[in-house]
C-alpha cells in the first residue's frame, strides 16, 4: 500500500511514517517545516519527503492519505484530497487500526513530561527483554529513533490531548484505548483550541472512559486537577505517585547527585542510580515503574534499567560545548516546564551562570496566553534572551520590565552575537523551543568555536 502523509516531519506524524514503512508500506509525504532531528529520520529510513503541500505531491495517486491535525481547510493537498475523493484517514485512527489493534497499549498523557515518561518506558520493556512498540514525541537516546512495531503484546505511545484532524476534533488520546494508562498532571494549555481547563478535563475525562475495568490508570496523586477528572468518573484501578505522603510510588531525593530511593507502599524497594536533573523526572521515573510492574518488570529490574536510560534529544540534550561553554538543548515551551528544567539544571551546575534562550513558539504562547507567568519562570537563570518572532499576539517587553537581567531580540543572529560577547567558561547556555529555531544551537557553537558570528541562516 503506497501511504502519503501530510505533515510528515511533526513528531507525531514522522513517527507514524516509521512505523508505515516498517509494516511494509510505501511512505512518501509533504511538510511545510523540515528539520531535525525528525527530517534525518526519515531520510535515514528511505522515505521520501516534499517540501510544501503541492497538489502534484499526490500524483500518482496513493492508496491512501494520513492527514496531521496542523492542517485545514484551504491547504492546497487537503482541498485537492477532497475534490479527488481520495481515501484519507487522520493519524490517530491510522494508528488505532493498523497497529494498536490487538495490543496491551501504555498510554502516557498529561500536559508535562510526556515525551520523557514514555521514553523512560519503552526502555524498562525493552531492557526487561520485552521488545516494546512505541511511538514517542521525541527521539530516545536508547533506541535512536521516535517509532517502531516492536514485539506483540505491549506497545507505549505519547497520547496527547491536542485535536486529532480538521474533520475530528476529539483528543488523540481517545483512538488508543490503552490498558495501562498514566495521567502525569494536567494545566491549561493549546489555548488555540480549548476555551479553558475545564474543556481539558473533559477529554481526559473520556480518556479514562476508554480504560477497561482489568486495567490501570497510575496518577500524579498531588494534582488537583487530575482530582477532578477521576471525580467525573473512573471505572479502572488507580496507582498514585508523587510527594504527597498518600501516595503509593514516592521518591527519596539523594542529598547529593540525582540518585533516589523509590518508596512503595511507604516500604524502600529499590535505588536509581542516574544523572537526569529535577524532581519532574523523578516523578516521570515512577510513573514509568508503575506502568512496567503493570506490564510485569519488577521493582529491582526496573531501578537497575533507570541507571542505563540514555536521556531524550530536545530534553535538556547537550548539544555540544565550546571555549568551555555548554550548549543544551530542551523543548520546553510552557511555564511549569521553563522552570523545572531551569530549576533542574541549576541543581546540576550549582552557581554557574544560566544564559536562558526562549522562543515563544507554541501557540498558546504567542497567544500570550502565560504572559503573566514568565517572569517568574525565568527567574533562576542569570540572563534571559527572548527571540520576539514577527507576528506575536502580546507585548513581550513586559517580561524584560519585569527582569532586569531579560532582553527581547528580533533575530537569532542577535541572541548568537549577545552570547558570543557575554558567555564565559563554564557558563550554560539553556535553549528552550518545541521548533527548530533557526538551527540556533549549531549556528551558536559555530560562532563560539570560531570566535566570529555567521550570518543569519535563512529559513
Not at 54 to 63: R, S, T, V, W
Not at 123 to 130: M, S, V
Not at 409 to 418: H, L, Q, R, S
Amino acid at each position: 500500500m503506497h501511504i502519503h502523509i501530510l505533515g510528515i516531519c511533526g513528531t507525531f506524524m514522522g513517527g507514524l511514517a516509521l512505523l508505515a514503512r516498517e509494516r511494509g508500506d510505501t511512505v512518501s509525504g509533504s511538510d511545510a517545516n523540515v528539520y531535525p532531528p525528525m527530517s534525518t529520520q526519515l531520510a535515514a529510513a528511505g522515505i521520501t519527503l516534499m517540501e510544501g503541500y503541492e497538489p502534484a505531491h499526490l500524483d500518482p495517486e496513493p492508496d491512501l492519505v494520513v492527514i496531521g491535525n496542523a492542517l485545514s481547510r484551504g491547504n492546497p493537498a487537503v482541498e485537492h484530497v477532497l475534490n479527488r475523493g481520495l481515501p484519507y484517514v487522520s493519524g490517530p485512527q491510522w494508528l488505532a487500526e493498523h497497529v494498536l489493534r490487538d495490543r496491551w497499549v501504555l498510554g502516557v498523557a498529561g500536559t508535562h513530561g510526556k515525551t520523557t515518561t514514555a521514553s523512560l518506558l519503552a526502555w524498562l520493556l525493552e531492557d526487561a527483554g520485552l521488545a516494546p512498540g512505541f511511538l514517542i514525541g521525541g527521539v530516545p537516546g536508547n533506541f535512536g529513533v521516535s517509532a517502531r512495531l516492536g514485539a506483540a503484546p505491549f506497545f507505549v505511545v505519547e497520547a496527547d490531548e491536542y485535536d486529532t484532524a480538521f474533520f475530528d476534533k476529539r483528543s488523540k488520546f481517545v483512538h488508543y484505548r490503552p490498558r495501562t494508562c498514566i495521567l502525569n498532571n494536567l494545566e491549561y494549555d493549546h489555548a488555540d483550541i480549548f476555551p479553558d481547563l475545564a474543556a481539558i478535563e473533559t477529554q481526559f475525562h473520556h480518556l479514562l472512559r476508554t480504560v477497561p475495568g482489568n486495567g490501570l490508570v497510575i496518577r500524579n496523586g498531588d494534582d488537583a486537577n487530575l482530582d477532578r477528572v477521576l471525580e467525573q468518573g473512573c471505572w479502572t484501578p488507580v496507582a498514585t505517585f508523587g510527594a504527597g505522603a498518600g501516595n503509593r510510588w514516592q521518591a527519596a531525593a539523594d542529598v547529593e547527585g540525582e540518585g533516589f530511593t523509590v518508596r512503595l507502599d511507604g516500604k524502600a524497594v529499590g535505588h536509581v542510580d542516574w544523572d537526569i536533573p529535577g524532581e519532574h523526572n523523578r516523578f516521570n521515573a515512577l510513573a514509568a515503574m508503575a506502568a512496567a510492574r503493570h506490564a510485569g518488570v519488577p521493582v529491582a529490574q526496573a531501578c537497575a534499567s533507570l541507571g542505563r536510560f540514555a536521556g531524550v534529544k530536545r530534553r535538556m540534550e547537550v548539544r555540544g560545548v565550546e571555549a568551555g561553554i555548554t550548549v543544551y538543548d530542551d523543548f520546553a515551551h510552557h511555564p511549569t516546564a521553563i522552570e523545572t528544567t531551569l530549576a533542574g539544571l541549576r541543581r546540576r551546575v550549582g552557581e554557574a551562570p544560566i544564559i536562558a534562550v526562549l522562543e515563544p513558539r507554541s501557540n498558546t504562547m504567542r497567544l500570550g496566553v502565560h504572559a503573566e507567568r514568565l517572569v517568574d519562570a525565568l527567574r533562576i537563570a542569570d540572563r534571559v534572551l527572548i527571540y520576539r518572532p514577527a507576528g506575536i499576539a502580546w507585548d513581550m517587553t513586559a517580561i524584560v520590565q519585569g527582569l532586569a537581567n531579560a532582553d527581547l531580540f528580533d533575530d537569532t543572529a542577535g541572541i548568537i552575537d549577545t552570547i558570543r560577547q557575554e558567555a564565559s567558561p563554564g557558563s550554560h547556555v539553556l535553549v528552550m523551543s518545541n521548533g527548530g529555531f533557526e538551527n540556533i544551537h549549531a549556528r551558536l557553537l559555530d560562532a563560539l568555536r570560531e570566535g566570529t558570528i555567521r550570518k543569519r541562516t535563512p529559513t
